[in-house]
């Protein structure tokens, strides 16, 4: 994150050390498919972690079976380090927020509110203080008569963001709360839910499939791949020194090169030796090799480390976006100079530009621009289309 | 434009309106002529006056009909909400189960009832007991919810079936147990199928004649019968008044149901 001018600033650490939820080698099933494969996770006091991955990974099955929706076919699910495999929702003290908001149609927005302070009977001078409060921090006040059909779906989920909070649980699980909303109102929404839970100091755990929203909100990111966990760590963690080429590629864009580690921070790739300062791997071990675009530099020909072909060049407002063809493999680079397509061009590469990663069953399944083209982006991920 | 579309649709819609004339605004205006009228075609309040003499019928139609709705709702909901709760291939099979009997005629279900039920009947023969039951005001609640239930059951499947699904793990996630669940959130969603169930069985069942004749066994005499007993002994003024009286009774109960529908859903679309 940056201020007003330029400067990075840390993200507030607002959580402690106790551990709320803890999943210890979880594993699920549906019809003989294996959805989860021993899940260890622990989510501590006030964190705001984001369960992230593209569609199938089983994030959502992991927060149903923290909700208490689903139960796990083995592993056990500990809160505030009691086990709670067996206790039905309505016992946990965690709430849920779902995709589709889940109103109840049948009562008005004060109703919806205040639906869980009525079914434990509270007296309605309390009822009436918590949901004022509640609709003042979700920005609703003055909305308490409306019907919720009548609502925006952003005024929508913060409804039941406000009902999911007022009994005050330990722990809100969000399922993709912001999906349904466009672009503008996710951007404001995600600040919003920050504040929010930073104001509130509950434990939250966020599900999507959108890396911006996940490294812009959490405080802890796990990624999640093919029923498993690919990496759990902080936003810059995650996206500084990706664990494999899954992570690579998933959160931003990479270029992923095959290499071999010559010696302590010593990597050949794409033809020549770099430096680098990654080490603790064996000699000639083969690698994974990771460059952001945006940390490439474009020099002449003749001064470049490895040189290239330009094949696409795309304006994308602050930089362009360029296709090069090195040695067969197509590179992606952001720069902010243009070049021209058909052009020879350097590239130059900084020791601290390059990250080494093991080897994966991920290896050689990203990272290569070739059939790169917006529009297939697009078709192929559906799932984000609506971002564009 | 406007006036050739407004043309076109008047065309379209002509010979439904003349079906609407012949056979529902015309029979209307019969019986209400000849409900104010003698048999000589004078006016005449007699007809109306003398239905005082039919109020303990009006009553007895009342409250059997009460009754069998009421069964049907306490018997048809749970059987309603099982139906769309169980797995979408099962419900197929449980609708089929539901319309099976729909498919036979109303008159012979009865009929059959009947034999099954009579004092030398079916049961009595096979148990070998002497049961009286045809005749009985039981018997007729019986056969009204025998007849009626699906007409019930089926509003109140299509109303639980479309209920979001996420509404039950909302339920119980916001604190409701099984029984809240239900009381707070199920019911309250699917009251305009019950509205709906009530009014279609509760309709039927007041203005039966058939099922209390036969499962009645003649022992006393529903508001259907009454009318139908007039028109066939040609007292047609008399019948007819009875019959507006009748649908004048329906409207109003019909209009009370409306009144709670629109309520319900002016909170779901105002």
């Keep these: 994150m940056k201020d007003f001018n330029g400067n990075i600033v840390k993200p507030k650490v607002t959580y402690n050390d106790t551990k709320v939820i803890d999943l210890k080698h979880i594993h699920k099933q549906y019809d003989g498919e294996p959805v989860l494969k021993d899940i260890n996770l622990y989510i501590r006091d006030k964190e705001f972690v984001t369960l992230l991955g593209p569609s199938g990974c089983g994030k959502t099955t992991t927060l149903r079976i923290i909700g208490g929706f689903e139960t796990p076919d083995e592993g056990q699910v500990f809160f505030e380090g009691k086990e709670i495999n067996d206790l039905p929702p309505n016992k946990r003290h965690i709430n849920t927020v779902f995709q589709k908001y889940a109103l109840f149609p049948h009562l008005n927005v004060y109703e919806n509110i205040a639906f869980p302070l009525r079914l434990k009977k509270k007296p309605e001078n309390e009822i009436r203080e918590k949901v004022t409060e509640m609709l003042k921090m979700v920005a609703l006040s003055g909305f308490e008569n409306k019907g ?194 058909e052009q020879f061009i350097g590239l130059y590469i900084e020791p601290d530009a390059i990250h080494i990663m093991k080897k994966s069953k991920y290896s050689g399944m990203f990272g290569d621009y070739s059939s790169f083209s917006d529009e297939l982006e697009q078709l192929s991920d559906v799932e984000s289309a609506e971002e564009f | 434009m406007k006036n050739k579309k407004s043309f076109m649709s008047s065309i379209a819609a002509a010979p439904h309106i003349f079906w609407a004339i012949l056979f529902i605004v015309l029979p209307l205006l019969i019986v209400i002529v000849y409900a104010f009228t003698d048999p000589e075609g004078a006016f005449t309040l007699e007809n109306v006056t003398s239905l005082k003499d039919y109020v303990s019928i009006f009553g007895l139609s009342i409250e059997l009909s009460v009754i069998a709705t009421f069964i049907c709702l306490l018997v048809g909901y749970p059987l309603a909400y099982i139906i769309a709760r169980s797995k979408p291939q099962h419900q197929k099979i449980f609708i089929m189960l539901l319309m099976l009997p729909m498919w036979t005629n109303l008159l012979i279900r009865t009929y059959s009832l009947m034999a099954l039920l009579d004092d030398g009947g079916f049961i009595n023969t096979v148990l070998g007991t002497s049961f009286h039951i045809v005749g009985t ?66 309709v039927p069942s007041i203005s039966t004649f058939y099922i209390s004749q036969k499962l009645g066994g003649g022992t006393f005499e529903l508001i259907g019968d009454t009318i139908e007993r007039q028109f066939v002994t040609g ?36």
Aim: one cysteine or more; aromatic letters at 8%.
């Design chain 1, 148 to 341: 919720v059909s009548t609502l925006s779906g952003g005024q929508q989920q913060r409804v039941a963001i406000a009902r999911a909070l007022i009994s005050h649980p330990r722990v809100l699980l969000l399922d993709e709360p912001l999906g349904a909303l466009d672009l503008k109102l996710r951007k404001d929404m995600q600040v919003e839910l920050k504040k929010i839970q930073q104001s509130v100091g509950i434990t939250f755990i966020y599900v999507t499939h959108d890396q911006e929203e996940a490294l812009s909100m959490s405080d802890t990111v796990v990624v999640m791949a093919e029923g498993e966990i690919q990496q759990i760590g902080t936003p810059t963690d995650i996206y500084n020194e990706p664990k494999n080429a899954f992570v690579a590629d998933f959160i931003g864009e990479s270029n992923i090169i095959d290499g071999v580690m010559l010696s302590d921070y010593s990597v050949r790739f794409a033809g020549h030796t770099f430096t680098c300062l990654d080490k603790g791997f064996d000699k000639n071990e083969q690698v994974d090799v990771v460059v952001r675009p945006e940390d490439v530099d474009v020099v002449e020909p003749e001064r470049g480390m490895l040189t290239g072909q330009v094949s696409a060049v795309t304006f994308k407002g602050v930089h362009y976006e360029i296709i090069v063809d090195i040695k067969g493999f197509k590179w992606m680079i952001q720069s902010t100079d243009y070049v021209a397509p």
């Design chain 2, 235 to 270: 007292a047609y003024n008399v019948g007819a008044a009875i019959s507006l009286v009748m649908m004048i009774l329906i409207l109003i109960s019909l209009g009370v149901m409306n009144y709670f529908t629109e309520e319900n859903e002016g909170g779901i679309i105002p």
């Design chain 2, 137 to 202: 005001k039981g018997a007729v609640i019986f056969g009204m919810v025998y007849d009626f239930l699906p007409y019930m059951v089926l509003p109140i499947y299509t109303c639980v079936s479309k209920i979001d699904k996420h509404m039950w793990e909302v339920a119980s996630d916001l604190g409701c147990n099984t029984v809240t669940t239900l009381t707070k959130v199920i019911l309250p969603l699917s009251l305009s199928g019950i509205i709906s169930g009530v009014t279609m069985v509760f």
